[in-house]
Structures are given as structure tokens and as C-alpha cells.
């Protein structure tokens, strides 16, 4: 009987804890990434399409996640292109130094999950694509829960698993194009 109650008691608490709840089902039970809801997308004139960067459009849902996949030695990930120049497609300035940064510099934002809150801030992570391998310093978040707003250059919610890269990076690879797989781990 006690332990019922207990039980009980349990799920009344976890219920009343939405964020608790979500980290226990993400971290012991579901083992996976899932999005926690939708934002909904509006047309705008003043979306920043440098380097074929998405809009948002009205009528179109976007998944957004609070968590990304778990990091590693070798995390897959997707890497796109974002330039964190003043008025490139970034948006806003970077959130770890409030500074605009040159497409020549070696620098990156990542997911919301793998951003951790700033924890990565101005540390260097390690990529790896086509054989070959650099480093280069997180300087901010690719933010997976908000978007479709002037701060996020009126672009959707990025996807949980981005490794959003300079020129640089990308130049550094040898690769180009709007999308790459890769792997990647903190330096």
C-alpha cells in the first residue's frame, strides 16, 4: 500500500514538472531527441537569404527541440553555411561575445542542445569531413526553439543536430555546397 502511494506521489510531482519530466523521458527512457512542439511560420519580405538560408512561411510548422543527440567522439551532425558578419544571414550577433565575427575566422554556432546554455562558449570543437579535420570556436547558438523573428533573421528554428560554420570552416574542408555530413567532437 505505502509503495503505491509513493508511486502515486511520484507522477503527481513529475506531472506538475513538465521540464523534469522531459529530461527523465529523454534521458532514461525514450533515449532520443524528440521535438517538444511546433512554431508556426509567417510570411516576411525581411528574411536574409545569404547562403540559401530557409524563410519561414506562413501556414508551415516547425519542430523545435530543447535537446540535441548525445556528443561523442565522433557526434554526426550536419554542417551548414552562416555568415556572422553584420548583416549576414545569422542575424543577431553571436551570443558568446556580442560580436560580429569575419567569414575568414574559424567559428561556429550549435544547436540549442549541444550549445548547452553557453557552456561551449568560445571553446574550440573539433570537425571532421572529407578526410579532413579542423577546429574551430563555438561563438554561438543555432537556436532549435525559436525563429521566424527579426533576431533569427526571420528563419525557421534550426534543426537539432546543426553545425552552423563560417566560410572558413567550410573552405578548411575542402567541401562546399548548402549541407554537409560530418563528425564532430569538443577539442
Same mark, same amino acid.
Given at each position: ?28 527512457? /525514450? ?5 517538444? !512542439?511546433?512554431? &508556426? ?12 538560408? &530557409?524563410?519561414?512561411?506562413? !501556414? ?36 558568446? #561575445? ?23 562558449? /568560445? ?25 521566424? #523573428? !527579426?533576431?533569427?533573421?526571420? &528563419? ?14 567550410? #573552405? ?5 555546397? !548548402?549541407?554537409? #555530413? ?6
Amino acid at each position: 500500500m505505502a509503495s503505491k502511494l509513493v508511486f502515486a506521489l511520484a507522477i503527481l510531482f513529475l506531472l506538475n514538472k513538465p521540464n523534469l519530466l522531459q529530461v527523465i523521458q529523454h534521458r532514461f527512457l /525514450l533515449d532520443t531527441c524528440n521535438p517538444f !512542439g511546433y512554431l &508556426q511560420g509567417t510570411d516576411t519580405d525581411n528574411c536574409n537569404t545569404e547562403n540559401d538560408s &530557409q524563410c519561414c512561411q506562413s !501556414g508551415q510548422s516547425y519542430p523545435q527541440y530543447q535537446c540535441s543527440p548525445d556528443v561523442s567522439d565522433a557526434t554526426s551532425a550536419i554542417l551548414t553555411l552562416n555568415s556572422f558578419e553584420d548583416g549576414g544571414d545569422g542575424g543577431a550577433p553571436p551570443s558568446c #561575445d556580442n560580436t560580429w565575427h569575419d567569414n575568414s575566422e574559424m567559428v561556429v554556432a550549435l544547436s540549442t542542445g549541444w550549445y548547452s546554455g553557453g557552456s561551449r562558449c /568560445l571553446k574550440n570543437i573539433q570537425i571532421n569531413a572529407n578526410g579532413q579535420s579542423v577546429v574551430a570556436m563555438v561563438v554561438d547558438e543555432c537556436d532549435s526553439v525559436n525563429g521566424c #523573428d !527579426g533576431t533569427h533573421a526571420y &528563419q525557421p528554428p534550426c534543426r537539432n543536430n546543426i553545425v552552423d560554420a563560417s566560410q572558413a570552416v567550410w #573552405d578548411a574542408l575542402g567541401i562546399s555546397g !548548402g549541407e554537409y #555530413d560530418i563528425t564532430w567532437s569538443d577539442a
